[in-house]
């Protein structure tokens, strides 16, 4: 039997249809398809490269079952260069450290400059005259903040930045960030060498101005704006210097726009250009060529802040159609940036004035509560005194709503600045693992009190300790008349009453009486807060506690007995309790068990019951014919159509 060719074989998928004559793709004919596409993707799989392994993998040899691993490559490293040299990554700058923030300064200086030069030389011809001097000048300044720009990019090289919350150091990954950045790109084109023109066009007026591509730096005076904004002890008076002048350089620039306007359309051709109403200091009209630079200048900048202030007094209307244009688009100009200006400044001076007004709203609402009352007007004068007090003291301040935004670690060490000192000198926490007192430090709150105002009263419940943070405190007796102590600063009181020392004499109760003398301030710990700590150092609640009982025997305010009762007490509840805890585990291990036995048979009789109700409707479809019964003992028949009226009734049938 000789074996058919390619086109006879797929010949062979179709044959003759019946009744019609069209063609059907045969079971057999599918099987060799299904055959050929599996060997054509056998052979690509196999003809295809397969993928390099890194380092790490390895290589299964399924014959042998062995397993050989490869040759590990050494590691490139990031900071080699080429010819041998090796990039420090010590080099690198930080964004916001306080090196590249003094480059700043110095690179928008040379900005600084070239904005404030740049025009006044275009338009003024005597800033570009040879006998005086200037233009050696000019020359050599110009020159020194091209170098400046130069050093700034490799600067910008050299700055890091972040990727996944670390500083990236490598310089080939530097070095690709910058590139591929939009300062690079204008970087480059503020260093574009306009000053080859002078070669053909001379370095007089208006050629000066092929140097404006220099204020394509201008990003980074942004910068250093934003990061001196960051660093100023009062951002709202930072931002309105900023503001005025940055007013005072948009009048400058119009300024000398006004006199360039001036000298293309000839100075002193009419009253509209230069010197226009400056002429009463001169005896005719044609003196004004004898002006110094210095008279010229301040006019037309006075000029330029009556038009951007849009405040017009003995202003010559224009007479020409330059004339026109010109004037139209500086009263346009104008009213745009008052308008910025005027909201900018109110809302600065809105922000300035907010703190103050929500302080007073506050006042106003306990003025209120208490006329309400109808409060006495000594006490109405003891709550003017203590908000006179907090704002002069500037405790208005929230310090858990102000630092709720930063990290847990951060606000753990500016906690850690501010109150680990006192913590440090209460004697009960002397040598204490630090880690706890930075746990505690977090937890102090801080607690005023006015004169006259009882802290703790003798034989009250210990609930908190306090730390005397600002002011004067007096141990009296219960009548208020005797003074036993005074606590200053720095003083620690309260403590052995909320750490419940067994036998104590006091119990948990306080023994003095305090109240404060003047204004004090205060930090609280809390019992609970306390006892939150301890749970997780079991090492430093030993130790507070033996040290706690040894200051209470020094004093001989302890009771032996008692304490041994108690602790004995104390070792069988905490026995008990663990009993009590490894109990409530196992139960709970076989609670879990039996609730994932209870879901796993729920989910099965699910699955059965399932099964059950598609074979019932599968038998019910297949007898629409055949008339069955309800029940063994029930004689009636059920049609086709009372079968579905059952099945929808969910009536359960028995076959």
């Known amino acids: 039997m000789s074996i058919p060719s390619r086109s006879a074989a797929t010949v062979r998928f179709f044959r003759p249809g019946v009744g019609g004559g069209s063609a059907r793709l045969t079971f057999y004919g599918l099987a060799w398809a299904v055959r050929m596409f599996q060997s054509a993707r056998r052979r690509r799989n196999q003809a295809a490269p397969e993928p390099a392994a890194s380092r790490d993998q390895v290589t299964v040899d399924h014959s042998a079952e062995q397993i050989v691993p490869l040759v590990s490559q050494p590691d490139v490293d990031p900071f080699l260069l080429k010819w041998g040299f090796r990039f420090n990554p010590n080099w690198v700058l930080k964004p ?26 275009a338009v003024f011809e005597q800033l570009e005259q040879d006998d005086g001097g200037y233009r050696k000048a000019w020359i050599v300044l110009d020159y020194i903040c091209d170098f ?20 990236v150091r490598e310089p080939r990954r530097l070095w690709a960030h910058y590139r591929t950045s939009r300062k690079f790109k204008l970087d480059l084109l503020s260093l574009f060498p306009t000053d080859l023109c002078f070669i053909w066009t001379g370095q007089g007026k208006p050629y000066v101005i092929l140097r404006v591509n220099r204020l394509l730096r201008m990003h980074r005076l942004n910068e250093t704006i934003y990061r001196a904004e960051s660093r100023a002890d009062s951002p709202i008076f930072y931002r309105i210097a900023v503001l005025l002048a940055v007013l005072a350089i948009v009048t400058h620039i119009n300024g000398c726009l006004y006199y360039f306007v001036s000298s293309e359309i000839g100075v002193g051709s ?24 210095w008279e010229k200048w301040i006019f037309c900048t006075y000029w330029s802040a009556m038009m951007l202030t849009s405040i017009l007094p003995n202003m010559n209307n224009p007479a020409t159609t330059g004339e026109f244009v010109f004037h139209i688009m500086d009263i346009l100009v104008g009213v745009l940036l008052y308008a910025t200006i005027v909201a900018r400044i109110s809302g600065m001076i809105l922000n300035i004035s907010k703190k103050r007004d929500v302080f007073r709203g506050k006042e106003e609402g306990v003025k209120g509560y208490l006329q309400l009352h109808k409060v006495g007007s000594d006490m109405d004068s003891r709550v003017v005194k203590w908000f006179d007090y907090i704002w002069s003291t500037k405790q208005d301040l929230d310090e858990e709503s102000v630092l709720t935004l930063l990290p847990q670690k951060l606000r ?19 040598g204490v693992d630090d880690q706890f007192l930075e746990e505690l430090v977090l937890k102090l709150k801080f607690v005023p009190f006015s004169p006259g ?11 908190q300790m306090y730390v005397v943070r600002r002011g004067k405190l007096n141990v009296v007796s219960d009548d208020g008349r005797k003074i036993f102590a005074t606590l200053g600063a720095g003083t620690v009181f309260g403590e052995l009453s909320i750490l419940n020392i067994p036998g104590s004499r006091n119990g948990n109760r306080r023994t003095a009486n305090v109240c404060a003398v003047g204004y004090a301030d205060l930090f609280s710990l ?12 079991p090492d430093v609640r030993t130790s507070l506690l033996e040290r706690a009982r040894h200051i209470l025997k020094r004093d001989d305010l302890i009771d032996e007995q008692a304490a041994v009762q108690s602790m004995r007490v104390s070792r069988d509840f905490a026995k008990v309790s663990a009993q009590c805890e490894t109990s409530l585990d196992i139960l709970q291990q076989h609670m879990q068990r039996f609730m994932d036995d209870y879901k796993g048979a729920f989910g099965e009789l699910n699955l059965d019951l399932q099964e059950m109700e598609t074979q019932i409707k599968k038998m019910a479809k297949g007898r629409k014919k055949q008339p069955f019964r309800r029940k063994k003992d029930d004689r009636r028949l059920y049609s086709a159509g009372d079968i579905d009226i059952l099945l929808e009734e969910d009536v359960v049938f028995r076959f």
């Open 148 to 167: 400046l720009y130069v050093c700034d990019m490799f600067i910008n090289l050299l700055t890091g930045f972040l990727d996944n919350g670390v500083i």
């Open 96 to 121: 916001w450290s306080k090196w590249r923030f003094r480059w700043l300064i110095v690179v928008s200086l040379a900005v600084l400059y070239n904005l404030l030069i740049i025009f006044p030389r």
């Open 453 to 463: 105002d009882f802290i703790c009263r003798k034989g009250d419940i210990g609930r």
């Open 526 to 537: 809390s019992k609970e807060d306390l006892w939150d700590a301890l749970g997780e150092y």
């Open 270 to 293: 009419d009253r509209w250009v230069y010197p226009a109403t400056a002429m009463w200091r001169h005896e005719n009209a044609t003196s004004h060529i004898d002006d110094t630079m």
């Open 412 to 430: 753990m060490e500016i906690a850690r600045f501010v109150h680990i000192s006192v913590l440090q000198k209460v004697q009960l926490f002397h």
